[in-house]
């Protein structure tokens, strides 16, 4: 079985500073990893996956996150936030193989201030 | 608009009756997925389907719950004998069968048990 760690449930930020939310995953077996956005009153949408190759994954909107094999983390990094950015991010976890399932962190909401 | 659609947005119904949720995934993919979302948590897996045939249920998929895949379009998640716990977001999301393909999720149904 796997797991997902999101230490931070809410991040507030103010506009134009960098951010990183933080995500720890556990599994016995090779994972692809995915950030999702919620934002309010709208269903989950893809923001970057990692599925192999480079461990850099960017999205079009400026979020990168870096998947770290040794220390089990794929943390989501922007230099530079925007108010379009507050939302709540989930880090999730997917076993490679026979496994279809998305296993979720609990989300951390970023909220980004004037 | 050829997103993932979910019927109804909202439900609210009383202790101990039953409900049935619509999902229409994208019409090209073959795998369907069944969430359940509470309030501070992420997403957790209920079940998925590939075409009409049921390939897993998680442990959270009590005897009260049921879901159909009956022509591998649509499908629909049917609570019986509701209870207060049940009160959730049940999310609906669909991909294609390709290795690390995406999951894109609809708008979810939230469910209130009075």
């Known amino acids: 079985a796997q797991s997902v760690t999101q230490l931070d449930s809410q991040v507030p930020v103010f506009e134009e500073a960098p951010v990183e939310l933080r995500c720890n995953y556990s599994s016995s077996v090779s994972v692809y990893l995915f950030w999702y956005v919620q934002y309010p009153n709208q269903g989950l949408q893809l923001l970057l996956k990692?599925?192999?190759?480079?461990?850099l994954v960017e999205s079009i909107n400026g979020f990168e996150a870096e998947f770290n094999k040794s220390q089990t983390s794929f943390h989501l990094r922007k230099p530079s936030v925007h108010i379009s950015d507050t939302a709540e991010y989930f880090c999730a976890v997917r076993n490679k193989g026979s496994a279809r399932q998305l296993t979720f962190g609990s989300g951390t909401q970023l909220t980004v201030l004037p | 608009d050829t997103g993932v659609s979910q019927d109804p947005r909202h439900k609210i119904t009383k202790r101990g009756q039953n409900v049935t949720f619509r999902c229409d995934p994208i019409s090209e993919h073959n795998r369907l997925y069944w969430y359940r979302q509470t309030l501070g948590q992420g997403p957790e897996f209920l079940t998925y389907?590939?075409?009409?045939?049921?390939?897993?249920k998680s442990r959270l998929l009590s005897d009260r719950f049921s879901a159909e895949r009956p022509k591998g379009s649509f499908s629909t998640l049917e609570i019986q004998r509701t209870e207060q716990g049940d009160s959730a977001m049940y999310l609906c999301?669909?991909?294609?069968?390709?290795?690390?393909?995406?999951?894109?999720f609809g708008p979810g149904t939230r469910l209130t048990v009075l």
């Open positions: 990692y599925l192999s190759g480079s461990t």
């Open positions: 389907f590939q075409n009409e045939a049921q390939l897993e």
């Open positions: 999301a669909s991909s294609y069968t390709t290795e690390g393909s995406e999951q894109f």
